[in-house]
């Protein structure tokens, strides 16, 4: 089954350390995403990619940085500059097709990735 | 970057209909009109989506008004797994250079279906 897998599930960390989280999709997808969601809110798009070698900063991109090396692959890392960075993690996915039309591409997500700062 | 309003908040008996309200008054020519749904601990999940002419899918309609300013996503029989937050957001085409796509999640509106 086409899907959007992310690793790992939990994660706790340490004041101070870097931390990656994982996305990988199969489903031959484009543009990726990261979002970001805390205890009763919306979300909140960290980074993007529309394609392999590219990606673009979203809303709250700082303390965070991201690679797209490969188009099925996207990961998060979450660096000590973050200053709140616990929090659930979400990776999203969506082809890419005319610019025009783009707005009709429907975003996949992953399961999510709970990373806790101890 | 256009804007959705919802309410915080819903109720629903389980076996009734379900109309959700979102306005989106600023939206433009180009915007698609999403809808998510999230369950507790999961991603959110594609519901339905339009641009100008109401649409029918297997999980539920959604009635776009005819100067697009307000939408409503209508589940026609509420089940305890439709418990969730949507969101309903709008989805298009915003160049900045190399292009880039808008999506903004507000905090949805949170269901809660009664047996």
């Known amino acids: 089954d086409g899907g959007i897998t992310q690793s790992p599930k939990y994660l706790f960390r340490k004041e101070g350390q870097n931390v990656t989280l994982s996305c990988e999709q199969n489903l031959n997808h484009d543009a990726m995403y990261w979002y970001r969601q805390d205890p009763g809110q919306g979300l909140r798009l960290i980074y993007y990619?529309?394609?392999?070698?590219?990606?673009q900063k979203g809303d709250i991109a700082e303390g965070y940085s991201v690679s797209r090396e490969k188009k099925e692959s996207f990961p998060l890392t979450v660096t000590s500059a973050q200053k709140n960075p616990t929090a659930f993690y979400l990776c999203?996915?969506?082809?890419?097709?005319?610019?025009?039309?783009?707005?009709?591409?429907?975003?996949?997500f992953g399961a999510g990735s709970r990373l806790t700062v101890l | 970057d256009a804007k959705t309003t919802q309410p915080n908040s819903m109720e629903s008996n389980e076996e009734e209909p379900v109309h959700l309200p979102c306005n989106h008054s600023?939206?433009?020519?180009?915007?698609?009109i999403h809808w998510y749904r999230q369950l507790p601990s999961q991603g959110p999940e594609y519901v339905i989506h339009g641009l100008t002419s109401n649409v029918n899918n297997r999980m539920a309609s959604l009635a776009i008004a005819e100067d697009r300013k307000s939408s409503t996503l209508i589940l026609h029989r509420a089940t305890l797994r439709d418990a969730a937050v949507y969101y309903c957001i709008l989805r298009g085409y915003a160049y900045s250079g190399a292009g880039s796509y808008q999506l903004t999640f507000g905090k949805g509106t949170k269901l809660s279906v009664i047996p």
């Open positions: 999203a996915s969506s082809p890419r097709t005319g610019q025009l039309s783009s707005g009709a591409n429907v975003l996949t």
């Open positions: 600023t939206i433009s020519g180009t915007d698609y």
């Open positions: 990619s529309q394609i392999v070698n590219d990606f």
